[in-house]
């Protein structure tokens, strides 16, 4: 099973890099960009076919590793 | 196998006459994979084939100089048993196809030149060059080279101490990135690439080997055109962690008495390396290509023969010592695999699959390789501008002020508090002086780098500007206290097929070795980029010299911050005033016209020891080399360094204008600051040596004769405003 | 008194805390792989700064869950003094030895020069040999370290009493003007509730000689050989 994990920065933790593309877009004359925010993609094969079992575990792995829950959060996506 | 046709040879730019050669040595036709091995021997990068004939002339011994050029890099002795090792390297085409990683695997491939023979590298140098301001391309690749030049450097923990930054237009296609490192190891524990040993284990450490990169070394010596961004896929992606473990797994490994010999996978990866070191040591090598680690499936021999994936080793191992090596590999979660072993057969037999894939002969690969005498003109006299052809400056402090807020002299500090110069506790001299200064660890002694060069010199006169690229490496060395040692030499030149680019490159090598041969200073290491061009148009002819020099004592140097108030601010050297290809004449009446500075080497030597005794015997406060700008120039660099005003005095018996007298740009001088001028004026004149009291320091205002009065804070804004706000723009 | 490094995969500034501990030592530290959970009982346990796992997934991530770390934290909750400086910061900000966490710079460019800092407080074995609001210089080296932490986290380490340094002016006045990378507050450094624990990002290790450029990181070494020998 794949599980794709999107990390974010939690809203109102100012993100530097997010302003950098925004300003950059709007330099580049694409208009109408109310916010741009970075994060991460990590994507992972896993053996785990029950979805619920799987899904505690990349929350583990989430809690333990991929994100810093003081400043990111996280969302978890399984596809079979 | 396919059929070689003469439209794939030309893809792997082999010529007829090349190719003919290639069939004369196999013996046959060649298959797609020992092509592609020929080509890749005989780029230009690998070869040096248009270069050959005139390297060879520069004088590589000393009494100093335990390996010379020929190594993966030079080696000098340093003394206390002491050897720095050191080279610098081009990585320009790749850094224009995409700056952060072409820059970042410029640092990588040099460092791994450095530590493969034994040293712990402890200083970067980098010369940067890129095309003029207002270039749509230019800013996007100054941020990823700068960005790239620290990612790695900072992230493996080897101080940049020194560096250039200069804009030109020539360089608008073709941006230079020349990396240099320096290293420091034990004098009687060098590693070589020289195999020996029959049966002995070839071992490959390091990453795992990806498509990256394939025809790198082919890439770096073909002239660019407007689809050269098509080719990004080609360049290959840096890992500065892993060179970090590498780094400390190949010192620990050669701390043991494991390794015959020692070679990184550069440009050309396994191909180049591995004929190399059985090249050197007249010996055969079979690989069984299925033991090469790979990142990914279905690799073929061709593309893991020349795959240029970074941070890997090749190595070969005593007999019974791959345990050894595999437990320290591993302990630092590196990959380790015994992929072949020397024979004697002084071929290169490949394998795959259980079947011969490739078989060539290794000693006509490696060093019959083609060698060109490629036509040359000289590059016609240039006529020169005289102080008297310029008219004076209405105001020269204005003057200076443009010239300090221009795009080339204006302050570096955007640049280089980008990288990590402190790390590893032993700088002494940070970037922004004459040179960086590295503490030899746990001893008094320290090392002195730079690196130069004044292409508009070299257009105007190459011989004149070759010799003065090492003259100013020789000055900015002797400037800090050192006694400059070796150079290594970066040369980057347009197609050399032109006979007035091959015109350049002769000339240039001419003064150079000039230089060298007065200087006591010998070449003991280099690189050569040509077909540095965008549709038929040449870059400046660019000798870049990284030099490097000894102190001996390190609390007896030279800054170029004035010690305090009331010193005697005296230029060493004789000034006649010229302005020929100044950075005045260029910048201020726009004219790039005249004739390089005549170098007068004798003087050169004889201003430097002089400089340098005095340094050495704890006399002089403050010492700055003067170059481009000349005199107005080295006191404005001073005065911001130093936070502290100065008062520049035209002597009343100097006929040269003011203006020139200012700021042309005459060899073999310095500024030093000093609290007693009359002992350090009769020791020149007992040394025969040129000496004038200038004015003093003091206050916190600058002021130049025929000029009005500018304040210090008012210097350095101008000074440092420009980087940050180009960048920003 | 006995000093511990720990050595991670990318650690680069070990040895720069090993010659300025030994510096003020008058002895050898102590210099313990990150795979040796079981190293000797020590007075002092520092975490260089480098760029451990070459700073991938977050700097100090994955050096925060290896095996030494568990042992240091346990040893830090018992009260042994820790030091993490740069790169060692991040890694304790990781592992929740102090709050908070470092986020990318604001100009999103690495930085290293030297800057001025404040020291908050002298009642600590880590600067006891400085004087409460002295004004430092000490350079920093890093591409992550704008401090955060939440509004109540923030509160909660001014409250206490955490702040160890703050970015400061050379006429020691602190101001955005003074913010290298864009930490709340100016925050340079922090300590734990308890006060035995230190994370800051400038390098006192850099400048504990004259030849070097300075001194002002040599006390800060003194303080703790004096207040653990």
Not at chain 2, 110 to 115: A, C, N, Y
Not at chain 2, 584 to 608: H, M, Q, S, T, W
């Amino acid at each position: 099973m794949k599980a794709r994990i999107h990390v974010t920065l939690k809203n109102g933790v100012l993100d530097p890099q997010g302003k950098a593309i925004e300003h950059t877009l709007g330099s580049l004359g694409f208009d109408g960009v109310n916010e741009a925010r970075q994060g991460k993609f990590i994507e992972l094969d896993i053996q785990e076919t029950d979805e619920a079992k799987a899904r505690e575990t990349v929350t583990a792995m989430c809690e333990k590793l991929l994100a810093n829950t003081v400043i990111e959060n996280y969302s978890i996506d399984l596809e079979q | 196998m396919s059929e070689i046709t003469p439209e794939i040879v030309a893809e792997h730019g082999i010529n007829e006459e090349e190719y003919a050669l290639v069939l004369e040595i196999m013996g046959r036709e060649p298959n797609l994979l020992e092509l592609g091995i020929f080509s890749v021997m005989w780029s230009e990068h690998c070869s040096y084939k248009s270069s050959k004939k005139w390297l060879k002339t520069l004088p590589t011994e000393g009494p100093q100089v335990i390996m010379g050029p020929g190594e993966n890099a030079g080696v000098i002795d340093i003394g206390d048993g002491n050897a720095a090792i050191f080279k610098m390297e081009s990585h320009n085409h790749p850094s224009f196809i995409e700056p952060y990683q072409g820059a970042a695997t410029g640092v990588g491939g040099i460092l791994r030149d450095v530590f493969t023979m034994g040293a712990r590298p402890i200083a970067n140098v980098n010369a940067l060059r890129f095309g003029e301001p207002d270039h749509p391309k230019t800013r996007h690749l100054v941020s990823g080279v700068v960005a790239g030049v620290g990612g790695y450097g900072n992230c493996v923990g080897v101080p940049t101490v020194a560096g250039e930054v200069e804009f030109d237009p020539s360089y608008n296609g073709n941006i230079l990135v020349n990396a240099m490192t320096v290293g420091l190891a034990k004098a009687d524990r060098i590693f070589t690439a020289q195999a020996s040993g029959v049966g002995n284990p070839v071992v490959y450490v390091g990453s795992k080997t990806g498509r990256d990169g394939i025809h790198g070394a082919t890439m770096a010596s073909a002239e660019f055109d407007d689809a050269s961004d098509e080719k990004r896929p080609t360049v290959q992606v840096g890992d500065p962690f892993t060179e970090k473990l590498l780094i400390e797994a190949c010192l620990e490994l050669m701390q043991t008495d494991a390794i015959v010999a020692i070679q990184d996978m550069g440009a050309a990866g396994l191909t180049s390396s591995s004929f190399e070191m059985a090249s050197s040591g007249d010996m055969g090598v079979e690989l069984d290509l299925d033991q090469v680690p790979q990142r990914e499936e279905g690799m073929t021999p061709y593309e893991m023969m020349l795959s240029e994936s970074q941070e890997r080793m090749l190595i070969i191992l005593k007999p019974g010592k791959e345990d050894l090596a595999r437990s320290i590999m591993e302990k630092w979660d590196l990959d380790f695999a015994v992929i072949g072993k020397l024979t004697d057969s002084k071929r290169m037999v490949l394998k795959f699959h259980g079947d011969v894939v490739g078989d060539l002969p290794i000693k006509p690969l490696a060093h019959h390789s083609p060698e060109y005498d490629r036509p040359w003109v000289p590059t016609p006299d240039s006529k020169d501008v005289l102080a008297s052809d310029i008219s004076e400056a209405a105001d020269t402090t204005d003057a200076l002020k443009t010239l300090m807020s221009s795009p080339n002299m204006s302050s570096r500090r955007w640049v280089w508090e980008q990288y990590d110069h402190m790390v590893m506790g032993d700088t002494i001299q940070r970037p922004g002086g004459d040179a960086g200064v590295v503490r030899v660890h746990g001893t008094n002694r320290a090392l002195a780098v730079t690196s130069d060069c004044t292409p508009r010199y070299c257009k105007a006169n190459p011989v004149r500007g070759g010799a003065q690229a090492v003259a100013e490496t020789y000055r900015n060395i002797t400037a800090v206290g050192a006694t400059p040692l070796a150079i290594t030499d970066n040369m980057n030149f347009g197609n050399p097929e032109r006979p007035e680019i091959m015109g350049q490159f002769v000339g240039c090598i001419e003064g150079m070795r000039d230089a060298c041969l007065a200087l006591d200073y010998p070449v003991v290491s280099g690189n050569v980029s040509l077909y540095n061009e965008t549709n038929g148009k040449g870059i400046l002819p660019t000798p870049v010299i990284g030099g490097v020099g000894l102190i001996k004592d390190s609390d007896k140097t030279a800054t170029v911050a004035f010690g305090s108030e009331n010193e005697s601010l005296v230029l060493i050297g004789d000034s006649i005033g010229h302005v020929g290809m100044s950075i005045y004449l260029d910048v201020i009446e726009g004219r790039r016209e005249g004739n390089a500075p005549i170098v007068d080497l004798a003087a050169e030597r004889k201003n430097g020891e002089f400089v340098r005794s005095q340094i050495e015997a704890g006399f002089v406060e403050s010492c700055h080399d003067l170059s481009d700008g000349g005199l107005a120039a080295a006191v404005a660099d001073m005065v911001i360094a130093s936070n502290m005003g100065a008062e520049v005095i035209k002597p009343a018996d100097v006929e040269t204008p003011t203006t020139a007298w200012l700021f042309g740009e005459d060899q073999g001088r310095y500024l030093i600051s000093i609290g007693d001028a009359e002992s350090l004026l009769e020791a020149a004149e007992e040394a025969g040596v040129s000496a004038v009291v200038v004015g003093r320091t003091g206050g916190n205002d600058l002021t130049l004769p025929g000029g009005s009065t500018i304040s210090v804070a008012e210097l350095r804004e101008c000074n440092e405003a420009w980087m940050p706000n180009y960048m920003a723009g | 008194m006995k000093a511990a490094v720990i050595v991670f995969p990318g650690s680069n500034c070990d040895r720069d805390i090993q010659v300025a501990l030994r510096q003020s030592m008058g002895s050898e530290p102590q210099m313990v792989w990150h795979k040796d959970a079981d190293f000797d009982d020590v007075d002092l346990i520092c975490l260089p700064g480098g760029f451990s796992y070459g700073d991938y997934l977050r700097c100090g991530a994955m050096s925060a869950k290896s095996p030494v770390m568990k042992e240091v934290v346990a040893r830090a909750n018992k009260g042994v003094p820790v030091l993490g400086i740069c790169n060692g910061f991040q890694i304790l900000t990781e592992c929740g030895l102090v709050p908070g966490a470092l986020m990318r710079n604001s100009n999103l460019k690495f930085v290293c020069r030297d800057v001025h800092l404040k020291v908050e407080r002298n009642d600590t074995v880590f600067t006891k040999q400085y004087q409460a609001g002295q004004n430092i210089r000490i350079p920093v080296a890093h591409h992550d370290g704008n401090y955060f932490v939440d509004a109540d986290g923030l509160k909660a380490l001014e409250d206490n009493g955490q702040v160890a340094f703050r970015y400061s002016a050379e006429d020691g006045s602190v101001s955005d003007a003074s913010n290298p990378n864009g930490s709340l507050n100016n925050i340079a450094g922090v300590y734990n509730s308890k006060g035995n624990v230190l994370g800051m990002m400038p390098h006192p290790e850099r400048l504990c000689e004259d030849v070097l450029g300075g001194t002002d990181g040599r006390p800060m070494f003194d303080s703790l050989v004096a207040a653990l020998s």
